[in-house]
Structures are given as C-alpha cells and as structure tokens.
C-alpha cells in the first residue's frame, strides 16, 4: 500500500546544530509539504514543492529549507536549530499542482516530535 | 492573505447531544477540508467539499459548504465518545477550477464528549 512516512519520529538536539527531517511518499504525487504544528496555531505551512526541483516558501519558512531531488523526498533541514522550532513537524502529499483537480486532498505523514534545547 | 478561523476552538459535550463547529474563512474559495487529529497521532481526512452547497454525511458527522458566505459547518448528531479528538478545516486558495493545491488550516476544535 502506498503511504507516506518520516524519521526520525523523535529528535531532540541543541540550539544551533543543523537538523535535517525526512520525508518519504510512495503515492507518487507531485506536491509535498511540510507543515509545523504549535497549539494555539492549528496547522502551518513552512516548504512546499509542486514537483522535481520546484520549492516555496510557506508562511513560516525563515530558519527552514527544502530540496526536492526525486518525486519521493522532501526533506526539510533546519539550518540552525532555536529553541522556537521545538514542535511537530508533519510532511503531507497531495496528488496535483497547478491545474483543475478534483481533489488535491493531502495525506498526511505520522509527523515528527522535534525538541530543541 | 487566506485567514481561517474556527469556533469554538474549545467543546465539551455530553454524549448524545448535538452541535455545530463552524469555520469561517476570508477569500474566495470552493475547496474545503475537514481532518480529525487524535492525540499524538497524524491527521485523517474526514470530508471534501467542492462547491456551493455541497454537503457531506458519515456516520455521525455532516460537513457542509457555503461559498457564498464563506462558511463551512460540521455538524455532529447524537455525540459519542469515540468522537472526541480534534477537528480541522482547510481551505484550498484555488477556485473556479484552479487549485494551488495549498491548504490554509483553522486552528483546530478540540472536541471531548463526556458520559
């Protein structure tokens, strides 16, 4: 079946080491995102990419970036981790990019608890 | 700039009670979401909505569109505990056939339903 998965599923580190977070979908869909999620804050969008070699920036994306290499990946990195990227990172895949669909509905990765000290 | 805003961001119910959870939302869009989230664990999709009027059922859950007012409800009937988690809409910035296939997410109901 096909499925979306991340690594690791809990990561603690100290401030100013790089992290990086894996992503992995077996859909075979061409967008891949990657959303943190903080209480109070819901679901916020940080990278997103429409396929190979495309990224974007979301509305929290300063200390975060992405590289899209294959249809499978997106890992995002944190360059140089704060304490105020201590959340749950979860990565999600929907099926089409910028054309008539009808759904581009997201499945969802079973996220990633990063703690930053 | 899309805003999303859901109310109440907190519920408490008694089984067997009815109530609405409403999300509100600021541009023109005829795509909508709706997930439930169980503590420590990933977002499941519950409905898709895409058009006026369209309306949703399982189970105990209806979830239905208003693009006009720009206004989504999900209606919960006869609540059970099973129910109790956390529910999201999102709404993609696209319309009139055009999807950017992006969500802009509420910011979450949490909904626990008491015996």
């Known amino acids: 079946d096909a499925e979306i998965t991340q690594s690791p599923r809990h990561k603690i580190t100290e401030t100013g080491r790089q992290v990086t977070l894996a992503c992995h979908q077996t859909?075979?869909?061409?967008?891949m995102f990657w959303y943190r999620q903080d209480l109070g804050h819901g679901l916020r969008l940080i990278h997103y990419?429409?396929?190979?070699?495309?990224?974007n920036k979301g509305e929290v994306s300063d200390g975060y970036s992405v590289s899209r290499s294959n249809t499978e990946d997106l890992p995002l990195t944190l360059e140089s981790a704060a304490s105020s990227q201590t959340s749950v990172y979860f990565c999600?895949?929907?099926?089409?990019?910028?054309?008539?669909?009808?759904?581009?509905?997201?499945?969802f990765g079973p996220g990633t608890r990063l703690t930053v000290l | 700039e899309l805003k999303v805003e859901q109310n109440p961001l907190f519920l408490s119910m008694q089984e067997g009670k009815n109530y609405t959870i409403y999300c509100n939302y600021s541009?023109?869009?005829?795509?909508l979401y709706w997930y439930r989230q169980d503590p420590g664990k990933s977002l499941e999709s519950l409905f898709v909505?895409?058009?006026?009027?369209a309306v949703k059922q399982e189970g105990r859950l209806m979830a239905s569109l208003d693009t006009k007012a720009r206004l989504s409800t999900l209606h919960i009937t006869a609540a059970v505990h099973d129910l109790s988690a956390t529910y999201f809409c999102?709404?993609?910035?696209?319309?009139?056939?055009?999807?950017?296939?992006?969500?802009?997410f509420g910011q979450g109901t949490i909904l626990t339903v008491h015996p």
């Open positions: 909505l895409l058009s006026n009027g």
């Open positions: 999102a709404v993609d910035i696209g319309a009139g056939g055009t999807s950017y296939g992006k969500l802009t």
């Open positions: 999600a895949s929907s099926e089409r990019g910028l054309v008539l669909s009808s759904y581009n509905e997201q499945f």
């Open positions: 990419s429409y396929g190979v070699q495309d990224t």
């Open positions: 859909w075979n869909h061409n967008n």
């Open positions: 541009t023109t869009s005829d795509r």
